[in-house]
């Protein structure tokens, strides 16, 4: 998959946050100015506005530029799934995984072994079946294979 460039949304969000604190420092020059005009508050209002516009500006411009980041980050996330699915867990098993993560409930998560290591084998019909030193697990309970463990999801789930 190539990746998305996002260098036209990057500078007409740059270009934004220019004019944004352009606009903040034309505010405090023109309150400077309406200052010695007209006097007190009204050069504070009229400034003001100004630079409210453009610290409004600023920020959508950072909310923008933050979103690009966040996409680039989930992309990263994404290509590390890819590329870790062919070190110890079937291929697109992590891929999947990840794409149902929420759709597990948290009931059915147990807390992390004291007894020993665990390590994921493979994902099979959504349920996670890993090795732990009593044997293979998997949906809570432990089998000896895991075409044991596999058999018992078919059965739980009415399959043969």
């Known amino acids: 998959m190539a990746a998305r460039s996002f260098g036209t949304a990057e500078k007409v969000l740059g ?25 007190g508050m ?4 009229m400034g003001g506005s100004v630079a409210l516009g453009g610290l409004v500006m600023i920020a959508v411009a950072q909310l923008g530029l933050a979103q690009i980041e966040t996409a680039r980050a989930t992309a990263g996330i994404l290509e590390h799934l ?8 079937a291929e697109g098993a992590a891929t999947d995984a990840a794409s149902r993560i929420r ?18 084998v493979r994902v099979y019909k959504d349920v996670a079946i890993e090795r732990t030193p009593e044997g293979i697990e998997a949906d809570g309970e432990v089998y000896d294979s895991v075409d044991d463990a596999e058999a018992a999801i078919r059965r739980k789930r009415g399959e043969s």
């Open 42 to 45: 009204e050069a504070f209002v």
């Open 15 to 39: 270009f934004l946050a220019v004019i944004g604190w352009l606009a903040v420092i034309a505010a405090a020059i023109l309150s400077y100015i309406a200052y010695d005009v007209l006097g």
């Open 82 to 89: 890819r590329n870790s699915a062919g070190r110890g867990v």
């Open 103 to 120: 759709d597990v409930p948290l009931t059915r998560r147990k807390p992390a072994h004291v007894g020993g290591a665990r390590s994921l």
